[in-house]
T-cell receptor
Framework: GAGVSQSPSNKVTEKGKDVELRCDPI?????LYWYRQSLGQGLEFLIY????????KSGLPSDRFSAERTGGSVSTLTIQRTQQEDSAVYLC??????????????FGPGTRLTVL | DAKTTQPPSMDCAEGRAANLPCNHS???????VYWYRQIHSQGPQYIIH???NNETNEMASLIITEDRKSSTLILPHATLRDTAVYYC??????????????FGQGTTLQVKP
């Protein structure tokens, strides 16, 4: 079956512009995560959605970052007024519900964001 | 902060077993040990997880010490396609836990012909 998909695969933007990154999780997966991977920081958690519960936003680095998940499926990560330090690969993952917190996360291929 | 310590890099000859160690001396009783790997330019891929007992699947085996303070991921017959960064992660389930993964720096495994 289809895995997690993300779009665009690459995004180049100018400093100060807003960007939207999209994630399509695996159908039926209720848990959705955003991570980012940058050269200096490794892989870091950003935000988590589970069903209709309030998201865990504890990993978002600043208020320029926001995310939403509509209809319990597709999610968009928005970065406002991008800065050069936002350049990274943004990864989305989904997980089937079940034992809370346990279980395989399926990752998408990522969106490579470059802020000039 | 990651709760695990891994060697930054390891080499392995193709066809031989790759044994990747991980220290997690502060692991608590309900925390699982997860292993993921990331092949260059791809998203991370789940390998295996365990709590107390050793586990085996089609990809690898996970050996957890009796005190649970360390574990070893074993790739029984490494191939060139197993060259990747391997991440050992500890995390706890339970009501309210998100399952978010806290990645460390991982071990870069280079499989050589």
């Amino acid at each position: 079956g289809a895995g997690v998909s993300q779009s665009p695969s690459n995004k180049v933007t100018e400093k100060g512009k807003d960007v939207e990154l999209r994630c399509d999780p695996i159908s039926g997966h209720t848990a959705l995560y955003w991570y980012r991977q940058s050269l200096g920081q490794g892989l870091e958690f950003l935000i988590y959605f589970q069903g209709n519960s309030a998201p865990d936003k504890s990993g978002l680095p600043s208020d320029r970052f926001s995310a939403e998940r509509t209809g319990g499926s597709v999610s968009t990560l928005t970065i406002q007024r991008t800065q050069q330090e936002d350049s990274a690969v943004y990864l989305c993952a989904s997980r089937k519900s079940g034992l809370a917190g346990v279980g395989e996360q399926f990752f998408g291929p990522g969106t490579r964001l470059t802020v000039l | 902060d990651a709760k695990t310590t891994q060697p930054p890099s390891m080499d392995c000859a193709e066809g031989r077993a790759a044994n990747l160690p991980c220290n997690h001396s502060t692991i608590s009783g309900n925390e699982y040990v997860y292993w993921y790997r990331q092949i260059h330019s791809q998203g991370p891929q789940y390998i295996i997880h365990g709590l107390k007992n050793n586990e085996t699947n089609e990809m690898a085996s996970l050996i957890i010490t009796e005190d649970r303070k360390s574990s070893t991921l074993i790739l029984p017959h490494a191939t060139l396609r197993d060259t990747a960064v391997y991440y050992c992660i500890v995390g706890s389930p339970g009501s309210g836990n998100t399952g978010k993964l806290i990645f460390g720096q991982g071990t870069t495994l280079q499989v050589k012909p």
